[in-house]
């Protein structure tokens, strides 16, 4: 999942101009195109859609699209290789995996954009304190290099990091998950999913999962920097085994202190070793590699040039974390099976990279290889080469639940509570795009599924919703027509689980909606999918043509992705 930027509510009155209002209600999606005004500004296409021919299917066979047993065994080759950071030699053999795969798909042109990246190499870490060794759950992603010493000290979360408190000393601090009140989903839904009633039940408590508490993590990295400290170590509320190996934050900041990362347990024995002011030490081996890392592109021909992109990237830390290059493998073996003519637009799919190092090009350019397929497909999208993108992470996701270990010990556990985890859908204001994916998430049976407008607070920003919780938020910026899918599960940092944590029936329904979706889609025009999008982006040149571009309404050239 990725991270938000704040924004600026003087600029109401500006939004207020553009005549691209919000729908204020869930069931708005139903509403008719607004009359946007498009100018030299908006899209060049046409409004008409390019056909297939007579006799083409207008849905997936579920009896030839790939089975359940074919999805799970190539997720299977995946979590086989174990974790698979940006530029690793397991990333790179499964890259190698899916290119020669999609080399045997007749019909597809399988190419590769490589990056050269320094990649962080771990060669160990420890922690000792209080005269002994203290088991670790790992390092710290991209923590520095180092072994340093001083005195333990126990800094509550929410209690500031500063030099007073922290200078020369191991900081123990404690890794808190966010929470989001189940009813901040509803604030900006579309539309919901829920037969069984299972998120009506939840509505009155708070979503709480490990990527809400991303944020606070950075800043105590950064924080205890800054003080000074001798080392940072973050104390999980969950037990070693189960976040050993925890890769957070994950986007390949080169962190200034050695930290690493305990369990409950030894989070305990450390806050009371804190007490007295122990002696501590941390220790960190690692080294800079220049290495290169690639993103695959296939391209399957259609009727037209005008493209379909269906996009996810191949770096992650287990079976589920992403897993959405398996379907979307899937996806081209079942388009490339039909007929050109039943093909109405080309189809790209994309495979990025960088995900788990979101700085290809500098450490400014933050967002990995989809923020630089999102400009290249920004500069494309007025061309009339390009329609639509979507955006697939984390499929057949199982909902883990946090709760109290037994016999009274400290901290909780994560267990199956025998549910999927929670589906986002996101869809901007296009109410062509919205009305198809509510309908196919019905038609497929996706329970406990939001369809959002986004994953953050509206701003006074174009566009209003600039998060999609993950890959997707790299287009939703560039202002590309966006469907995307995400899900955030307890277990989505953790090497520690496996298959087990996938639903590999859920996985192929997830997979068959988007197949269905590409259907449906094929005979509407890249107007009508455009909807909003096309009033935001006339408004975005009219900004970033005028003073108002130092103002932050919208990204335009060369700002960075927040």
């Keep these: 999942m990725g991270r938000g930027r704040g924004h600026r509510p003087a600029a109401l009155a500006v939004l207020a101009a553009l005549a691209c209002a919000i729908p204020a209600t869930a069931g708005a999606h139903d509403l008719g195109l607004p009359p946007y005004i498009y100018g030299d500004a908006g899209r060049a296409a046409s409004a008409v859609a390019p056909a297939a021919a007579e006799g083409c299917p207008t849905a997936a066979d579920p009896a030839t699209f790939a089975s359940k047993a074919q999805l799970l065994s190539d997720n299977g080759v995946m979590a086989s290789l174990g974790r698979r950071p940006t530029g690793s030699a397991a990333q790179q053999r499964w890259i190698g995996w899916l290119e020669r795969r999609l080399r045997e798909v007749k019909g597809l042109d399988v190419g590769s954009v490589p990056y050269d990246i320094d990649r962080w190499a771990e060669g160990g870490a420890g922690l000792r304190a209080g005269g002994a060794e203290v088991p670790i759950s790992g390092a710290v992603p991209y923590a520095k290099a180092a072994t340093q010493s001083g005195p333990l000290v126990y800094v509550p979360a929410g209690t500031a990091l500063t030099a007073d408190a922290v200078k020369g000393k191991v900081v123990v601090r404690d890794a808190v998950p966010g929470t989001?009140?189940?009813?901040?989903?509803?604030?900006?839904?579309?539309?919901?999913?829920?037969?069984?009633?299972?998120?009506?039940?939840?509505?009155?408590g708070n979503y709480e999962r490990d990527f809400a508490g991303y944020n606070q993590r950075v800043l105590d990295l950064e924080d205890a920097a800054k003080a000074g400290a001798a080392g940072l170590v973050f104390v999980h509320g969950f037990p070693r085994d189960q976040v050993r190996g925890q890769y957070a934050p994950y986007e390949g900041t080169h962190w200034k202190v050695p930290a690493v990362y305990v369990g409950v347990d030894e989070g305990e024995r450390l806050k009371r070793l804190a007490a007295g002011g122990a002696p501590a030490r941390v220790a960190i081996k690692a080294k800079t590699v220049r290495t290169t890392t690639r993103t695959l592109i296939a391209t399957l021909p259609g009727v037209s040039d005008e493209r379909f992109v269906i996009e996810s990237h191949t770096?992650?830390?287990?079976?589920?974390?992403?897993?959405?290059?398996?379907?979307?493998?899937?996806?081209?073996?079942?388009?490339?099976?039909?007929?050109r003519e039943c093909r109405p637009r080309t189809m790209q799919f994309v495979f990025t990279t960088g995900h788990l190092y979101q700085h290809l090009v500098d450490d400014k350019d933050r967002g990995?290889?989809?923020?630089q397929e999102a400009k290249q497909l920004d500069a494309d999208y007025d061309k009339g080469s390009i329609a639509l993108v979507f955006a697939l992470e984390h499929l057949g996701a199982r909902e883990y639940a946090a709760q109290p270990r037994d016999g009274g010990r400290p901290g909780r556990v994560l267990k199956p509570s025998g549910r999927s985890e929670l589906n986002t859908m996101f869809v901007g204001e296009s109410p062509v795009l919205v009305r198809a994916v509510d309908e196919q998430v019905v038609n497929h049976?996706?329970?406990?599924?939001?369809?959002?407008?986004?994953?953050?607070?509206p701003a006074a920003k174009i566009p209003p919703h600039n998060s999609y919780g993950g890959e997707g938020g790299a287009y939703q910026q560039h202002l590309i027509p966006t469907i995307a899918l995400v899900t955030g599960p307890w277990t989505l940092y953790n090497p520690a689980f496996g298959m087990e944590a996938i639903d590999g029936d859920l996985m192929r329904r997830q997979a068959l909606l988007f197949a269905d979706l590409m259907h449906g889609l094929a005979g509407e025009s890249a107007t009508a999918m455009g909807g909003g999008y096309l009033g935001y982006r006339a408004a975005r040149s009219l900004v970033c043509g005028s003073g108002l571009a130092t103002l932050g309404l919208a990204r335009c050239a060369g700002d960075p992705y927040g």
Aim: charged residues 20%; glycine residues 8%; without cysteine.
């Design 180 to 204: 989001v009140p189940n009813a901040a989903f509803r604030a900006v839904e579309w539309f919901e999913w829920d037969p069984d009633g299972t998120l009506l039940a939840d509505a009155g």
């Design 315 to 339: 770096d992650g830390m287990n079976a589920i974390w992403d897993n959405g290059p398996i379907a979307i493998l899937a996806l081209a073996r079942h388009f490339a099976a039909l007929p």
């Design 368 to 371: 990995g290889a989809a923020e």
């Design 445 to 457: 049976d996706i329970r406990r599924t939001f369809v959002l407008r986004g994953a953050d607070a």
